[in-house]
Protein backbone atom coordinates (compact mmCIF):
# COMPACT_ATOMS: atom_id res chain seq x y z
CA UNK A 1 0.00 0.00 0.00
CA UNK A 2 1.07 3.35 -1.13
CA UNK A 3 2.27 5.32 2.37
CA UNK A 4 -0.04 8.25 1.56
CA UNK A 5 -2.88 5.86 1.49
CA UNK A 6 -2.05 4.14 4.32
CA UNK A 7 -1.98 7.16 6.86
CA UNK A 8 -4.88 9.09 7.72
CA UNK A 9 -4.62 12.90 9.58
CA UNK A 10 -6.08 12.50 13.33
CA UNK A 11 -4.21 15.53 15.06
CA UNK A 12 -2.09 18.01 15.26
CA UNK A 13 0.69 20.11 18.38
CA UNK A 14 2.60 22.40 18.34
CA UNK A 15 5.68 21.15 16.06
CA UNK A 16 4.56 17.36 14.81
CA UNK A 17 1.13 16.23 13.03
CA UNK A 18 -0.71 12.64 14.11
CA UNK A 19 -1.21 9.85 11.68
CA UNK A 20 -3.09 6.78 12.28
CA UNK A 21 -1.40 4.11 10.33
CA UNK A 22 -4.16 2.20 9.03
CA UNK A 23 -2.08 -1.32 8.05
CA UNK A 24 -0.98 -1.61 11.62
CA UNK A 25 -3.51 0.59 13.71
CA UNK A 26 -0.60 2.57 14.96
CA UNK A 27 -0.56 6.07 15.57
CA UNK A 28 2.46 8.09 13.65
CA UNK A 29 4.01 11.50 14.75
CA UNK A 30 5.50 13.29 12.35
CA UNK A 31 7.80 16.52 12.61
CA UNK A 32 5.86 19.09 10.61
CA UNK A 33 8.14 20.32 7.57
CA UNK A 34 8.46 23.40 8.26
CA UNK A 35 10.97 22.48 11.41
CA UNK A 36 12.57 19.80 9.42
CA UNK A 37 15.72 22.36 8.36
CA UNK A 38 16.20 23.04 12.71
CA UNK A 39 18.56 21.02 14.25
CA UNK A 40 16.90 22.01 17.92
CA UNK A 41 13.58 21.28 16.89
CA UNK A 42 14.84 17.69 15.55
CA UNK A 43 16.91 17.02 18.16
CA UNK A 44 14.30 17.89 20.76
CA UNK A 45 12.14 15.37 18.79
CA UNK A 46 14.53 12.80 18.83
CA UNK A 47 15.00 13.21 21.95
CA UNK A 48 11.24 12.87 22.86
CA UNK A 49 10.80 9.75 21.04
CA UNK A 50 14.15 8.27 23.09
CA UNK A 51 12.99 9.42 26.95
CA UNK A 52 9.49 7.70 26.33
CA UNK A 53 11.41 4.71 24.66
CA UNK A 54 13.47 4.56 27.85
CA UNK A 55 10.28 4.03 29.76
CA UNK A 56 9.31 1.01 27.90
CA UNK A 57 8.97 -1.38 30.80
CA UNK A 58 6.52 0.94 32.72
CA UNK A 59 2.98 0.05 31.88
CA UNK A 60 1.97 4.15 32.94
CA UNK A 61 3.81 5.34 29.77
CA UNK A 62 2.93 5.31 26.21
CA UNK A 63 4.61 2.93 24.19
CA UNK A 64 6.74 4.09 21.33
CA UNK A 65 8.13 1.79 18.84
CA UNK A 66 10.38 2.84 15.77
CA UNK A 67 11.95 6.11 14.67
CA UNK A 68 12.43 6.84 11.29
CA UNK A 69 15.34 9.07 10.21
CA UNK A 70 14.31 9.80 7.64
CA UNK A 71 11.26 11.96 7.42
CA UNK A 72 11.23 12.33 11.72
CA UNK A 73 8.62 10.49 12.75
CA UNK A 74 7.92 8.03 15.31
CA UNK A 75 4.93 4.95 15.81
CA UNK A 76 3.45 4.75 19.07
CA UNK A 77 0.04 2.99 20.41
CA UNK A 78 -2.89 4.40 19.11
CA UNK A 79 -4.96 6.42 22.09
CA UNK A 80 -8.69 6.48 22.91
CA UNK A 81 -8.96 9.81 24.30
CA UNK A 82 -7.09 12.07 25.95
CA UNK A 83 -7.39 12.75 29.93
CA UNK A 84 -8.92 16.07 29.68
CA UNK A 85 -12.11 14.47 26.99
CA UNK A 86 -11.81 11.87 29.12
CA UNK A 87 -12.82 13.99 32.09
CA UNK A 88 -15.22 16.36 30.50
CA UNK A 89 -17.08 13.78 28.47
CA UNK A 90 -18.01 11.60 31.53
CA UNK A 91 -19.16 11.11 35.01
CA UNK A 92 -16.61 9.86 36.73
CA UNK A 93 -16.82 8.12 40.07
CA UNK A 94 -14.57 9.87 43.28
CA UNK A 95 -12.98 6.15 43.32
CA UNK A 96 -12.12 5.86 39.43
CA UNK A 97 -11.00 9.72 40.36
CA UNK A 98 -8.36 8.43 42.77
CA UNK A 99 -7.08 5.81 40.96
CA UNK A 100 -6.06 7.80 38.20
CA UNK A 101 -4.32 10.48 40.21
CA UNK A 102 -2.35 7.24 42.11
CA UNK A 103 -1.12 5.95 38.56
CA UNK A 104 -0.19 9.17 37.17
CA UNK A 105 1.91 9.86 40.40
CA UNK A 106 3.46 6.13 40.47
CA UNK A 107 4.38 6.88 37.15
CA UNK A 108 6.03 10.55 37.27
CA UNK A 109 7.51 8.47 40.41
CA UNK A 110 9.80 6.42 38.68
CA UNK A 111 10.06 8.89 36.40
CA UNK A 112 11.78 11.25 39.26
CA UNK A 113 13.37 8.49 40.91
CA UNK A 114 15.66 8.04 38.02
CA UNK A 115 15.84 11.60 37.50
CA UNK A 116 14.28 12.40 34.55
CA UNK A 117 11.51 15.10 34.21
CA UNK A 118 8.37 15.98 31.90
CA UNK A 119 7.78 19.92 31.53
CA UNK A 120 4.78 19.07 29.79
CA UNK A 121 2.30 17.38 32.33
CA UNK A 122 -1.36 18.39 31.43
CA UNK A 123 -4.53 16.81 30.66
CA UNK A 124 -3.91 16.39 27.25
CA UNK A 125 -0.59 14.80 27.51
CA UNK A 126 -1.98 12.23 29.81
CA UNK A 127 -3.96 9.37 27.64
CA UNK A 128 -6.19 7.05 28.01
CA UNK A 129 -6.42 3.22 26.27
CA UNK A 130 -9.97 1.17 27.37
CA UNK A 131 -9.86 3.38 31.01
CA UNK A 132 -6.17 2.71 31.20
CA UNK A 133 -3.79 5.72 31.81
CA UNK A 134 -0.48 6.67 30.21
CA UNK A 135 1.85 9.55 30.43
CA UNK A 136 2.78 10.94 26.61
CA UNK A 137 4.28 13.98 24.96
CA UNK A 138 7.38 13.90 26.55
CA UNK A 139 9.02 16.77 24.13
CA UNK A 140 9.88 19.13 26.38
CA UNK A 141 11.13 16.25 28.76
CA UNK A 142 14.78 15.80 29.54
CA UNK A 143 17.16 13.53 31.93
CA UNK A 144 18.95 15.68 34.26
CA UNK A 145 21.95 13.00 34.38
CA UNK A 146 22.52 14.22 30.72
CA UNK A 147 24.21 17.29 28.59
CA UNK A 148 22.28 17.79 25.29
CA UNK A 149 24.53 20.45 22.55
CA UNK A 150 21.03 22.10 22.67
CA UNK A 151 20.32 22.90 25.84
CA UNK A 152 20.40 26.60 24.71
CA UNK A 153 17.69 26.51 21.82
CA UNK A 154 15.03 29.21 21.76
CA UNK A 155 11.90 27.58 22.42
CA UNK A 156 8.46 29.03 22.54
CA UNK A 157 7.28 25.62 24.05
CA UNK A 158 7.24 25.88 27.84
CA UNK A 159 4.77 23.20 28.64
CA UNK A 160 0.71 24.74 28.76
CA UNK A 161 -0.11 28.00 30.23
CA UNK A 162 -2.36 26.54 33.14
CA UNK A 163 -0.11 23.83 33.85
CA UNK A 164 2.87 25.63 34.16
CA UNK A 165 4.86 26.54 37.16
CA UNK A 166 5.95 30.25 37.65
CA UNK A 167 10.02 29.45 37.15
CA UNK A 168 8.89 27.99 34.19
CA UNK A 169 7.61 30.67 32.70
CA UNK A 170 10.85 32.72 32.48
CA UNK A 171 12.60 29.81 31.20
CA UNK A 172 12.41 25.97 30.08
CA UNK A 173 15.89 25.12 31.27
CA UNK A 174 14.74 26.32 34.79
CA UNK A 175 12.30 23.46 34.71
CA UNK A 176 13.00 20.73 37.17
CA UNK A 177 10.94 17.99 39.51
CA UNK A 178 9.34 21.11 41.22
CA UNK A 179 8.18 22.02 38.34
CA UNK A 180 6.83 18.85 37.15
CA UNK A 181 5.10 18.91 41.09
CA UNK A 182 3.73 22.18 40.40
CA UNK A 183 2.10 20.86 37.09
CA UNK A 184 0.82 17.72 39.18
CA UNK A 185 -0.89 19.48 41.75
CA UNK A 186 -2.93 21.52 39.08
CA UNK A 187 -3.61 18.09 37.65
CA UNK A 188 -4.94 17.16 40.34
CA UNK A 189 -7.55 19.77 40.62
CA UNK A 190 -8.44 19.46 37.40
CA UNK A 191 -9.39 15.33 37.53
CA UNK A 192 -10.91 15.99 41.19
CA UNK A 193 -13.31 19.26 40.11
CA UNK A 194 -12.49 19.65 36.39
CA UNK A 195 -10.91 23.17 36.78
CA UNK A 196 -7.35 23.55 37.12
CA UNK A 197 -7.15 26.03 39.82
CA UNK A 198 -10.50 24.81 41.96
CA UNK A 199 -9.21 22.94 44.93
CA UNK A 200 -11.90 22.31 46.98
CA UNK A 201 -11.74 18.49 47.07
CA UNK A 202 -10.34 15.48 49.10
CA UNK A 203 -6.42 16.86 47.82
CA UNK A 204 -6.70 20.19 48.81
CA UNK A 205 -3.54 19.86 50.94
CA UNK A 206 -1.37 17.80 48.85
CA UNK A 207 -2.26 20.21 45.55
CA UNK A 208 -1.67 23.30 47.18
CA UNK A 209 1.51 22.73 48.94
CA UNK A 210 2.51 21.59 44.96
CA UNK A 211 1.35 24.79 43.40
CA UNK A 212 3.17 27.26 45.79
CA UNK A 213 4.32 29.76 43.89
CA UNK A 214 7.97 29.54 46.03
CA UNK A 215 9.49 26.32 45.17
CA UNK A 216 11.03 25.88 48.56
CA UNK A 217 7.18 25.16 49.82
CA UNK A 218 6.48 22.49 47.17
CA UNK A 219 7.28 18.72 47.36
CA UNK A 220 10.35 17.70 46.32
CA UNK A 221 9.15 14.90 43.80
CA UNK A 222 6.26 13.39 42.38
CA UNK A 223 7.48 10.50 45.35
CA UNK A 224 6.82 12.56 48.13
CA UNK A 225 3.27 13.55 46.81
CA UNK A 226 2.61 10.31 46.26
CA UNK A 227 3.25 9.28 49.93
CA UNK A 228 1.16 12.36 51.03
CA UNK A 229 -1.90 11.67 49.16
CA UNK A 230 -1.77 7.93 50.39
CA UNK A 231 -1.64 9.04 54.01
CA UNK A 232 -4.31 11.13 53.02
CA UNK A 233 -6.30 8.78 51.68
CA UNK A 234 -5.63 6.72 54.92
CA UNK A 235 -6.99 9.28 57.22
CA UNK A 236 -9.96 10.31 55.44
CA UNK A 237 -11.30 6.72 54.87
CA UNK A 238 -11.06 5.83 58.73
CA UNK A 239 -14.65 5.42 59.18
CA UNK A 240 -14.47 7.01 62.79
CA UNK A 241 -12.78 10.11 61.23
CA UNK A 242 -15.67 10.75 59.01
CA UNK A 243 -18.33 9.65 61.99
CA UNK A 244 -16.09 12.18 64.30
CA UNK A 245 -16.56 14.82 61.85
CA UNK A 246 -19.70 14.57 61.70
CA UNK A 247 -21.48 14.45 65.00
CA UNK A 248 -18.91 17.65 65.77
CA UNK A 249 -21.25 19.54 62.54
CA UNK A 250 -24.23 18.16 64.15
CA UNK A 251 -23.49 19.63 67.36
CA UNK A 252 -22.40 23.17 65.62
CA UNK A 253 -18.63 22.65 66.22
CA UNK A 254 -16.77 24.36 64.11
CA UNK A 255 -13.11 23.83 64.21
CA UNK A 256 -9.69 23.00 62.80
CA UNK A 257 -11.05 19.50 62.19
CA UNK A 258 -14.49 20.69 61.26
CA UNK A 259 -13.22 23.43 58.78
CA UNK A 260 -10.68 20.77 57.21
CA UNK A 261 -13.47 18.04 57.29
CA UNK A 262 -15.75 20.56 55.15
CA UNK A 263 -12.36 21.95 52.78
CA UNK A 264 -12.11 18.22 51.81
CA UNK A 265 -15.38 16.93 50.60
CA UNK A 266 -16.07 16.45 46.98
CA UNK A 267 -19.15 18.34 45.27
CA UNK A 268 -21.26 15.32 45.79
CA UNK A 269 -20.32 14.80 49.50
CA UNK A 270 -21.32 18.21 50.00
CA UNK A 271 -24.14 18.14 48.47
CA UNK A 272 -25.21 15.01 50.57
CA UNK A 273 -24.00 17.09 53.77
CA UNK A 274 -26.58 19.87 52.78
CA UNK A 275 -29.24 17.23 52.15
CA UNK A 276 -29.44 15.73 55.43
CA UNK A 277 -28.44 18.94 57.59
CA UNK A 278 -29.79 19.97 60.69
CA UNK A 279 -29.43 24.27 61.60
CA UNK A 280 -26.10 23.46 63.47
CA UNK A 281 -24.80 21.82 60.06
CA UNK A 282 -25.55 24.68 58.21
CA UNK A 283 -24.45 27.26 60.48
CA UNK A 284 -21.17 25.43 60.40
CA UNK A 285 -20.82 26.07 56.45
CA UNK A 286 -22.16 29.28 57.03
CA UNK A 287 -19.02 29.75 59.07
CA UNK A 288 -16.85 27.88 56.61
CA UNK A 289 -17.74 30.42 53.88
CA UNK A 290 -16.95 33.45 56.27
CA UNK A 291 -13.17 32.31 56.54
CA UNK A 292 -12.56 33.86 52.74
CA UNK A 293 -13.83 34.64 49.47
CA UNK A 294 -12.25 31.45 48.09
CA UNK A 295 -13.82 28.50 50.62
CA UNK A 296 -16.92 30.80 49.93
CA UNK A 297 -17.26 30.41 46.41
CA UNK A 298 -16.30 26.85 46.12
CA UNK A 299 -18.21 25.66 48.32
CA UNK A 300 -21.97 27.73 47.10
CA UNK A 301 -20.50 26.90 43.19
CA UNK A 302 -20.04 22.87 44.11
CA UNK A 303 -23.40 22.64 45.31
CA UNK A 304 -24.71 24.61 42.52
CA UNK A 305 -23.20 21.90 40.62
CA UNK A 306 -24.42 18.80 41.65
CA UNK A 307 -27.43 19.76 44.22
CA UNK A 308 -30.17 19.25 41.47
CA UNK A 309 -29.11 15.46 41.39
CA UNK A 310 -29.47 14.44 44.97
CA UNK A 311 -32.94 15.94 45.15
CA UNK A 312 -35.45 13.04 44.50
CA UNK A 313 -38.40 14.44 46.10
CA UNK A 314 -39.65 17.57 46.36
CA UNK A 315 -38.95 18.54 49.82
CA UNK A 316 -35.66 17.53 49.34
CA UNK A 317 -34.99 20.90 47.79
CA UNK A 318 -35.88 22.65 50.94
CA UNK A 319 -32.52 22.63 52.44
CA UNK A 320 -30.63 23.71 49.65
CA UNK A 321 -32.77 26.83 49.18
CA UNK A 322 -32.33 27.23 53.29
CA UNK A 323 -29.01 27.36 52.91
CA UNK A 324 -28.88 29.28 49.78
CA UNK A 325 -31.48 32.30 51.80
CA UNK A 326 -28.74 32.48 54.73
CA UNK A 327 -25.85 32.70 52.75
CA UNK A 328 -28.06 35.82 51.44
CA UNK A 329 -28.66 37.16 54.58
CA UNK A 330 -25.14 37.17 55.03
CA UNK A 331 -22.83 39.82 53.90
CA UNK A 332 -21.03 37.93 51.16
CA UNK A 333 -19.48 39.09 47.56
CA UNK A 334 -21.63 39.73 44.73
CA UNK A 335 -20.05 36.14 43.12
CA UNK A 336 -21.58 34.46 45.92
CA UNK A 337 -24.54 35.88 46.17
CA UNK A 338 -25.61 35.60 42.44
CA UNK A 339 -24.92 31.90 42.74
CA UNK A 340 -26.98 31.34 45.98
CA UNK A 341 -29.32 33.31 44.17
CA UNK A 342 -29.40 30.54 41.07
CA UNK A 343 -30.36 27.65 43.62
CA UNK A 344 -32.94 29.86 45.45
CA UNK A 345 -35.03 30.58 42.48
CA UNK A 346 -34.48 27.59 40.75
CA UNK A 347 -36.22 25.81 44.40
CA UNK A 348 -38.97 28.61 44.42
CA UNK A 349 -40.01 28.97 40.96
CA UNK A 350 -38.89 25.81 39.09
CA UNK A 351 -39.59 23.33 41.65
CA UNK A 352 -42.27 25.36 42.69
CA UNK A 353 -41.19 24.94 46.38
CA UNK A 354 -43.60 27.69 48.60
CA UNK A 355 -41.42 27.42 51.21
CA UNK A 356 -38.48 29.01 49.03
CA UNK A 357 -41.16 31.76 48.11
CA UNK A 358 -41.84 32.40 51.09
CA UNK A 359 -37.57 33.23 51.89
CA UNK A 360 -37.65 35.26 48.56
CA UNK A 361 -40.37 37.77 49.63
CA UNK A 362 -38.81 37.93 53.29
CA UNK A 363 -35.57 38.69 51.61
CA UNK A 364 -37.01 41.42 49.28
CA UNK A 365 -39.00 42.85 52.31
CA UNK A 366 -35.96 43.36 54.23
CA UNK A 367 -34.12 44.33 51.47
CA UNK A 368 -31.72 43.20 48.86
CA UNK A 369 -29.10 44.19 46.73
CA UNK A 370 -31.42 45.24 43.39
CA UNK A 371 -28.98 42.75 40.91
CA UNK A 372 -29.96 39.91 42.99
CA UNK A 373 -33.35 40.85 43.34
CA UNK A 374 -33.80 40.21 39.59
CA UNK A 375 -32.04 37.38 40.40
CA UNK A 376 -34.45 36.05 42.51
CA UNK A 377 -38.06 37.02 40.60
CA UNK A 378 -40.13 35.05 38.49
CA UNK A 379 -39.35 35.34 34.89
Known amino acids: MDKDEDTESIGY ?80 SELEKVKIIMKILKAMSQAHSENKIHRDISSKNVLMFRGKVKISDLGLGKNLDEIHSHQTFDTNGVGQYKYCAPEQMYSLKQADKQSDVFSLGRLINFIMTGNVVNNHHLFRGVSDKATNSSKEYRFEDANEMLKMLQRILEYHSSAKHVEKCQEKLKRGVFDDESEEFIMTRSDEQLCQMVLSSNNNEQACLIRYMQKNESSACDLIESINRKYQEFCGRFEDYDPFAKLAYMILCNNFSYRVNETAARVLNYVAWSVNRFSAQDLIKGLINRGVEPLIEEKLKDN
Open 13 to 92: GGYANIYLQKSTGLAVKKLKEEYLTDSSIKSRFKREFDLTKSFDTNPLFINVFEFNESDYSYTMELADETLKDYIESKTI
